[in-house]
């Protein structure tokens, strides 16, 4: 078994990453004089991966949406319902679906090693029938509407169909009513079969914990898995938008709107050129910010106002967001300051203070057990590591930003997603 200790010198803190024998990748992020714990069990494997092969062997492609549809199944066994047992604990257990990965959790204060136990049990142990998927269609049905009928996930998905033309990221996670009655539990034990395999997860677990704990738990639960090679397939995307405005009506109090502009996705982002990235945008759009005072004075935004990089296989973007009375006059104001600073250069004054922020931020959130897991979870699939991340933003220069910003933000290659009240 090989266990590293990943020390950070900047921030003094430390955690264990193991190669169990069994495949799973497993960190162990202990925090002295914390009461609680926290754990993630995640696979690299969510709604975008819709068609792949296993070992060179021929292309499978499945229904959209059945990454979160085994999401959803996966809690269920013939003895029972997983949050009964977790009820038992006392721990607060969850799962989700992301574009790119599926994780199930828990956090709890007490009985972390029996809590621990129940998620390795039942994320290893699929049970589904005919009867179970065919009454999951109904539920999963009514959460595909509910979420249509959501303001704020229909301006963001309508901002992806008009970006993307052919990467899956354009398709909602819990994919449509048509799509889910093409599942089958015969599908969901293939597709189990292929991206459950414990060489393709991790297991991140943060707080009152120790790496024997864990390692004692996990030689007991965990059971040995032969690697396979998984091949993703996704259709050639070009660089360019799809349509640069998109519109729907919707019975909102106030317009929201996504301005996304479309980055080049060769491959993902390294812990570098995203500390150049998450600085520089820092710098546009925080709220310590030029851009945020003058958008605030103008009545064109209001504190909802956000950015993000969000980023996967094959897929990157930057995004505004947030509400607006003028969302195109919003939308022009950052295209243009965007303009403004790839002419005039950036402020070292104002480099200093994003980078401190960012820096800042990510080591405060060290003191959160449950961004730890998160944070290490998406470093493991991306293939960076947590400290990696801080120094890099430690390290990053005024000239790196300044020549980020050269190379991403092209506002002729944006759209905007508006969602407002229908005109009288």
Not at 134 to 149: F, H, L, P, R
Not at 294 to 300: C, E, R, S, T
Not at 323 to 340: F, G, L, W
Request: charged content about 25%.
């Amino acid at each position: 078994m090989d266990i590293t200790e990943i020390k950070s010198q900047r921030v003094g803190d430390s955690y264990y990453k193991i190669n169990h024998p069994s495949g799973l990748t497993i960190y162990v992020y202990p925090k002295e004089g914390y009461n609680s714990a926290y754990a993630i069990f995640g696979t690299r494997y969510g709604s975008i991966n819709t068609c792949f092969s296993v070992d060179d062997g021929e292309k499978i492609t499945v229904p959209d949406g059945i990454a979160h549809y085994l999401e959803h199944k996966l809690f269920e066994s013939e003895d029972g319902d997983a949050f009964v047992r977790y009820a038992e604990t006392g721990a607060n257990a969850n799962a989700y679906t992301s574009f790119e990965k599926t994780c199930y959790l828990f956090s709890c204060t007490d009985k972390f090693d029996e809590s621990l136990e129940i998620l390795l049990d039942f994320v290893q142990e699929p049970y589904f029938t005919a009867q179970t998927v065919a009454k999951e269609q109904g539920i999963i049905g009514q959460e595909i509407k509910m979420y249509d009928d959501s303001p704020e996930w229909r301006v963001m998905f309508n901002m992806l169909e008009a970006m993307y033309k052919n990467h899956p990221v354009r398709i909602d996670i819990a994919g449509t009513v048509e799509s889910i009655a093409r599942i089958t539990a015969e599908k969901l034990y293939e597709i189990y079969n292929v991206f459950y395999n414990l060489n393709n997860m991790v297991l991140c677990v943060s707080g009152n914990v120790t790496a024997e704990q864990v390692l004692k738990i996990a030689d007991k639960m965990l059971k040995p898995s032969e690697k396979h090679k998984i091949t993703n397939y996704f259709k050639d995307e070009p660089y360019e938008i799809t349509e640069p405005y998109v519109e729907q009506t919707f019975p909102v109090l106030m317009p929201l709107f996504n301005l996304g502009f479309k980055e080049k996705a060769d491959k993902l982002f390294n812990e570098k050129q995203n500390a150049e990235t998450e600085i520089l945008l820092s710098m546009l759009a925080s709220p310590t910010s030029a851009l945020y005072r003058k958008l605030m004075d103008a009545n064109l935004i209001n504190n909802t106002f956000d950015y993000e990089l969000f980023e996967g296989p094959g897929y990157c973007s930057i995004i505004f967001s947030g509400e607006s009375r003028a969302p195109k006059q919003a939308a022009e104001m950052i295209k243009q300051y965007i303009t403004d600073m790839k002419n005039n250069g950036l402020n070292r004054e104002e480099f200093e203070i994003a980078r401190k922020a960012v820096y800042g931020e990510m080591v405060s959130s060290l003191n959160s057990v449950d961004s730890i897991s998160n944070m290490i979870a998406d470093c493991h699939f991306c293939g960076n590591e947590l400290f990696y991340g801080i120094d890099a933003v430690a390290d990053t220069t005024f000239e790196d930003v300044s020549a980020r910003l050269m190379n991403i933000l092209d506002v002729n290659n944006c759209t905007l997603s508006v969602v407002k009240q229908a005109e009288e």
